[in-house]
């Protein structure tokens, strides 16, 4: 059974700092291509920053130079630090797991439960 589940969200200042976890399972991890999206409420889920196979990344604008996103293959994880964060950075953020033809294509592949991080003085 395949399953994407996310962890390491939860109430933050802004200016603070986390790490967000996507342990995954049920299929052959190093083949795919990882995202991370995020949907606050009353908007459109967007894609936040993406993976590839080769370890190549890409981010939103909006996060560009204060999120990183990393994959642990021997231990079939994605990883997104989230450093100087921002209210509008607070969102429902879900893993994402796409075949490689699928990279560019909205809500494909799997999909985690998602995981709360709110951004709040």
């Known amino acids: 059974q395949v399953q994407l589940v996310e962890s390491g969200g939860g109430l933050v200042q802004p200016g603070g700092s986390l790490r967000l976890s996507c342990a995954a399972s049920?299929?052959?991890?190093?083949?795919?291509?990882m995202r991370w999206y995020r949907q606050a409420p009353g908007k459109e889920r967007e894609l936040v920053a993406i993976i590839f196979s080769t370890a190549n990344t890409n981010y939103a604008d909006s996060v560009k130079g204060r999120f990183t996103i990393s994959r642990d293959n021997a231990k079939n994880t994605v990883f997104l630090q989230m450093n100087s964060l921002k209210p509008e950075d607070t969102a429902v953020y879900y893993c994402?797991?796409?075949?490689?033809?699928?990279?560019?294509?909205?809500?494909?592949?799997?999909w985690g439960q998602g995981t709360q991080v709110t951004v709040s003085s």
């Open positions: 994402n797991a796409v075949l490689p033809t699928n990279w560019g294509r909205k809500n494909a592949g799997y």
């Open positions: 049920g299929f052959t991890f190093s083949s795919y291509v």
